[in-house]
């Protein structure tokens, strides 16, 4: 994996394949929503923007419309969130 050792490096990037879930039993809603805002912080340093893991899915930490409808993820005006959606079915 290559290290970025500027801010500069991250400017003509795409953050991709995230969500916001990791290997924690008990987390709050609150615990979730940091590490969401932590995760967007550093994506959205990226020029080309960032993309979700998974538009829907069963296990809810990873379905980015459930993250946005129950408040988990935090999308304000500071986030470049927008333009074009691409959603490929499989």
């Not at 003509?12 to 590490?35: A, R």
């Not at 080309?48 to 930490?61: M, Q």
């Amino acid at each position: 994996m290559k290290t970025v050792s500027s801010y500069s490096q991250l400017e003509s990037q795409i953050s991709g394949e995230w969500v916001n879930e990791w290997d924690v039993t008990s987390g709050s809603q609150t615990d979730y929503q940091d590490f969401g805002k932590a995760q967007l912080d550093v994506y959205n340093t990226a020029s080309f923007g960032w993309c979700y893991w998974t538009l829907k899915n069963d296990r809810e930490h990873w379905d980015f419309e459930w993250n946005i409808r129950n408040n988990y993820l935090q999308l304000g005006k500071d986030y470049r969130f927008g333009g074009t959606l691409l959603v490929i079915y499989l």
